[in-house]
C-alpha cells in the first residue's frame, strides 16, 4: 500500500498553460482502485483543454485521460476481478447510470458525465484513483500499447458509425494517430482504404497501417452523383477546411463521419439540396462508449503493431519537453511515463 504524500502532476492551473505543480497522493474511496501510472499519453483534446476549447473542462484539475498503470492497492469495500499488480487501460468515462442516456445504452452522452482528466484529477501522475469499473485487465502488451486502449475505443466507435464494408471504398482525412488507428481497423476489415495527409512522414506510416493509397490533394475523378467518390469518408483533423471536403469526396449514398474535434465556434457552410441530391449520410462521433473492452482485444492480437504509434516517450520530469514536441505536431503519439523504473 502506498503511503500518503505529495506528487508532482502535470495540471491545467490557467488558460494556455499546463503547469508542473505538488499535489497530494489521492485518497481512495469505497469502489475505487489506486493505480499507479505507468503510461499516459497526450491527446488533441489536452490541447484543447489548455486553450479553454473543452467546455466542460474544470481548471486545476490533472490532466491525461490516455494512460494504463498497474492496480497497486484496492479499497476493502471494492468489488473487482483485478488484483494487485496488474496492468490495467483505463476508460475515462464515468457514467451516473440514472439519466435517460445512460438507461438507454447511450452513457457517452450522459450529461453528468465525469471524465477522468478532464472533469477530476486525471493519468498525467503518479498515482490517481480510479473506480473500479473503469479499469481493463491486459494481457501479452506493453504498457505503452495499453494506455492506446481509449483512443483505439474511441475509433472503434467511429469505425462502427461508418458501418463499412468489405470492398468499401473508404477515405481518411488525417494520418495523425486517431487517422492511422482509422485506417488500421478499416483495412483490416476489407475496406480500400486512401489516406489523404500532407505530411511525408504520416503518409509513409498509413502504409505500415494498412492504407493502400496516400494523397496530398484528393481527386474523386469525376461527379459524386455518377458513382465518384468515396463510400465512407473519415475526417480525423478536426479543421473547417477538411470537414467540409468530407463532404465533397463522398459519392451519392456515401456516408461521412466527423471524428476529428472542432473548436466550439466553428461552422462550415453545407448545401442541403446537394445532401439530399446524393443522399448522403453525415454522422459525427462521441468518445467512446461500450469500446475499451474491444480496444484491449485488439491490442493483443498480432495484426497491427501498435507500438509504431508512439513516436516519443518521455519522463514526467521532462513534461515540458513531451508538451513541446507535441505542440510541434511532427510526430505521432506522445507518451509520458510518471512511474520510476
Known amino acids: 500500500m502506498v503511503s500518503a504524500g505529495q506528487m508532482t502532476v502535470a495540471s491545467w492551473e490557467q488558460v494556455g498553460t499546463i503547469s508542473m505543480v505538488s ?61 494487485i499488480g496488474d496492468l490495467v487501460a483505463i476508460d475515462p468515462n464515468v457514467k451516473c447510470g440514472q439519466c435517460s442516456f445512460c438507461r438507454s445504452k447511450k452513457y457517452h452522452l450522459c450529461n453528468n458525465l465525469r471524465c477522468i482528466g478532464v472533469t477530476c484529477d486525471g493519468g498525467m501522475a503518479r498515482y490517481v484513483a480510479v473506480p473500479s469499473s473503469a479499469i481493463y485487465v491486459t494481457h501479452n502488451i506493453s504498457p505503452e500499447v495499453a494506455s492506446l486502449a481509449e483512443p483505439l475505443s474511441c475509433v472503434v466507435h467511429a469505425v462502427d458509425t461508418g458501418n463499412i464494408k468489405s470492398g468499401d471504398r473508404v477515405l481518411v482525412i488525417g494520418a495523425g494517430p486517431i487517422g492511422l488507428m482509422v485506417t488500421a481497423l478499416c483495412a483490416t476489415g476489407g475496406a480500400n482504404v486512401t489516406v489523404a495527409e500532407l505530411n511525408e512522414m504520416r503518409r509513409e506510416k498509413a502504409y505500415e497501417f494498412g492504407a493502400a493509397n496516400t494523397t496530398t490533394k484528393v481527386d474523386i475523378g469525376g461527379d ?10 473519415y475526417e480525423c483533423v478536426g479543421r473547417a477546411e ?3 471536403a468530407a463532404v465533397n469526396y463522398a459519392k451519392a449514398g456515401g456516408t461521412v463521419v466527423w471524428v476529428g474535434v472542432a473548436k466550439p465556434n466553428v461552422t462550415i457552410p453545407i448545401s442541403p439540396f446537394d445532401v439530399y ?27 497491427v503493431n501498435w507500438r509504431n504509434l508512439i513516436s516519443h516517450t518521455f519522463s514526467l520530469d521532462e513534461f515540458d519537453s513531451a508538451w513541446a514536441v507535441f505542440k510541434k505536431n511532427t510526430g505521432l503519439k506522445v507518451c509520458v511515463k510518471p512511474s520510476y523504473d
Open 224 to 233: 459524386p452523383t455518377e458513382g465518384f467518390g468515396y463510400d465512407v469518408v
Open 277 to 303: 441530391r446524393r443522399e448522403l449520410t453525415i454522422k459525427s462521433t462521441y468518445t467512446n462508449p461500450y469500446g475499451m473492452e474491444r480496444a484491449v482485444k485488439i491490442l493483443s492480437d498480432s495484426k
Open 23 to 83: 499535489k497530494s497522493v489521492p485518497t481512495m474511496q469505497a469502489g475505487d482502485v489506486l493505480i499507479r501510472v505507468a503510461a499516459s499519453g497526450i491527446c488533441g483534446t489536452d490541447l484543447h483543454i489548455c486553450h479553454e476549447e473543452t467546455p466542460h473542462a474544470m481548471p486545476k484539475v490533472t490532466i491525461g485521460h490516455e494512460f494504463s498503470g498497474y492496480v497497486e492497492a484496492i479499497h476493502p469495500d471494492t468489488r473487482t476481478s483485478a488484483d
Open 242 to 244: 477538411t470537414m467540409q
